[in-house]
């Protein structure tokens, strides 16, 4: 922890710029290319309250920036949550949609398509809500289901999640079996898509996973005990139910915010958390910070290259995150000197 | 009993059926130094826990100071009792300062980071511990004994009065089970920390502690001097062994010498 805190010191500042520049990068790549110092006077315009106006500005702030921004919120609230998850359950194949989150969502996404309904709540699709609805009563099923008495062990957690996707998933699979026309769409919304965003929606998510992430950093010291077991962790003096269970909801509470803007957008929460330990060691307080930004950095990467490397075409952003993503972490796992611990 | 500062009374601990500790009375002196033995199953893992609240009792409690144990906040009862236990599996690639200072974790205030004090106290039990040169390797990377080291050194930055250990040099060798125990008799006629650690090896039990206390079937048979412990007689009946009592020769502890049925 003392290296990691002066690491910390300057890794973070650098993984922001890198973030930022990556950012803006990405507004002015697109189908319409714009100089950077363009987009930077626009979004400076912006931000200073004065928006110059135009069709440059309307292509920058009405249609690529609140993209760019969903992907950082998106890829931060899953990068973190993935690394939650791994610490809390101690488990390296962890990731966000581990406990019922992946197949609540995607179930309650499903019904939505396929329902007769169209509405929008604050920017929102039915579809997303029900997304949200459904990764969040998933894991309220599996975490009461998983309770031993006043306890929630972790294998059981793990296993219950494992069993309840398994039949939501195949729920989901019957009603795709039987409904031919909304196939596509709901294939399309488990590969993950950006697609959707906007600032109406946006206005709600930022807050939303804000205050999640603050919450989690928070809680850094916890999920450093929380590696050495339930009951190292409690003689640590941490009350570990109660943590437990909080933990678990701002993990589920992000990746629920997430997956409702961008679909199941895979392999983001699984491999940012390693990535960051890799380099910066297993220690939360600068795991977690680090997490979100490189998790941003990520999606907002795989984002650009999904609506760039087949114009007109836009891939679903799931595709380019494994494709992309797998390779690197393979590179990185074999770099390593020593043996990866986790 | 001069003043106590760890007391089980008439305690009852159950997993699911059938009681591992029954109606069992354990009291620790302040500065104690007591070993805690008996056969496997005789409840010495679950009396440790017990003893430091990560297990409740059926009936009967735990006093820590005269307060109940239940009724104080486990942050409150980290500052005082830290636990060793036997086997610690640390998955992720600490290094052994970084372990240590998880041992600061009851003193933590939420988004204020490591201070200065945690830092000092974290250096202080390095010291104390021996292991400021093994700082800044991996923990894995480690021998059992400097791990084992390594973990009583994280017990000690929750500055702890009260130090419970669960089989602590079960799996070293002889020298690195001497290394550890000299520490740990260090720590408690230096640091003043009472001890109680529960050990198999019944000769080492013998050598380093001042008292022994012998569990059989969730009871406290005998506490005493590791004179008054371990008889032939009681050795035979609790462990079913047959044994010679001899004394040491260097020191007046008594040593165990094994008669197997064959010879």
Redesign the interface.
């Known amino acids: 922890m003392n290296n990691g805190w002066r690491r910390g010191a300057v890794a973070l500042p650098v993984l922001g710029l890198c973030l930022l520049t990556a950012a803006v990068a990405a507004t002015a790549i697109g189908s319409v290319s714009l100089p950077f110092g363009e987009v930077v006077k626009i979004l400076a315009s912006r931000l200073l309250g004065a928006p110059v106006g135009g069709p440059s500005d309307t292509i920058i702030w009405q249609i690529r920036m609140p993209r760019v921004v969903t992907a950082v919120i998106v890829g931060g609230a899953l990068g973190t949550a993935g690394a939650v998850f791994q610490g809390l359950l101690r488990n390296p194949m962890a990731d966000p949609y581990i406990i019922g989150t992946s197949g609540g969502a995607a179930l309650g996404a499903t019904v939505a398509l396929l329902a007769p309904i169209q509405l929008s709540i604050l920017g929102f699709s039915f579809v997303s809500i029900a997304a949200f609805a459904g990764a969040l009563g998933a894991v309220l099923l599996v975490y009461n289901i998983g309770r031993v008495g006043p306890r929630t062990p972790v294998t059981t957690l793990l296993l219950t999640g494992f069993a309840l996707s398994s039949i939501l998933a195949a729920i989901m699979s019957f009603l795709m079996f039987i409904s031919n026309n909304a196939l596509r769409r709901i294939v399309l919304w488990t590969m993950g898509g950006l697609g959707g965003a906007n600032w109406t929606q946006l206005q709600v998510v930022i807050p939303a996973i804000l205050l999640a992430l603050a919450a989690v950093y928070a809680l850094a010291p916890d999920l450093n005990a929380f590696l050495l077991g339930d009951e190292q962790a409690a003689s640590l003096g941490i009350n570990v139910e109660r943590r437990k269970l909080i933990l678990l909801g701002l993990g589920s509470w992000l990746t629920a915010a997430a997956v409702s803007v961008s679909g199941l957008v895979g392999f983001v929460g699984l491999v940012v958390p390693h990535v960051v330990r890799l380099v910066l060691g297993p220690d939360h307080r600068l795991l977690l910070p680090a997490s979100t930004i490189v998790g941003g950095l990520f999606l907002v990467i795989a984002d650009l290259l999904a609506r760039s490397v087949m114009p007109p075409v836009e891939l679903p952003v799931g595709i380019i995150t494994a494709l992309v993503g797998g390779p690197f972490f393979i590179y990185l796992l074999r770099k390593a000197r020593r043996d990866y611990r986790f | 009993m001069r003043n106590p500062v760890l007391t089980a009374a008439h305690v009852d601990f159950s997993y699911y059926n059938g009681l591992v500790l029954k109606d069992l009375s354990l009291s620790l002196a302040g500065g104690s130094m007591t070993g805690l033995i008996g056969p496997n199953g005789s409840g010495k893992t679950t009396l440790i826990?017990v003893l430091?609240?990560?297990l409740r009792p059926k009936r009967g409690q735990v006093l820590l100071h005269g307060q109940e144990l239940a009724r104080l906040?486990?942050?409150?009862?980290?500052?005082k009792?830290?636990?060793v236990?036997q086997d610690?599996?640390?998955?992720?690639?600490?290094?052994a300062?970084?372990m240590v200072?998880?041992?600061r974790?009851?003193y933590?205030q939420?988004?204020r980071?490591?201070t200065a004090r945690d830092?000092a106290a974290v250096e202080q039990v390095l010291a104390l511990t021996d292991t400021e040169s093994l700082a800044?390797r991996?923990f894995?990377?480690l021998s059992g004994g400097e791990q084992q080291r390594v973990i009583i050194a994280m017990a000690l930055a929750?500055e702890p009065q009260i130090l419970l250990l669960d089989e602590p040099v079960v799996h070293l060798d002889v020298n690195h089970q001497i290394e550890v125990l000299q520490l740990i008799r260090r720590l408690n006629s230096e640091a003043e920390v009472t001890v109680l650690a529960t050990m198999h090896d019944l000769n080492l039990a013998s050598l380093y502690f001042d008292r022994l206390t012998l569990l059989n079937r969730g009871q406290v048979v005998v506490s005493g001097t590791p004179n008054e412990v371990l008889s032939e007689d009681l050795i035979r009946r609790v462990f079913r062994a047959e044994v010679q009592v001899q004394q040491h020769p260097l020191q007046a502890k008594p040593q165990l010498v094994l008669l197997p049925p064959s010879a």
């Open positions: 826990k430091c609240g990560l906040p486990r942050k409150e009862i980290a500052r009792i830290a636990w236990p610690l599996v640390v998955p992720f690639d600490f290094t300062y970084e200072m998880l041992g974790t009851p933590v939420h988004l980071g490591i830092r800044h991996p894995s990377e929750q």
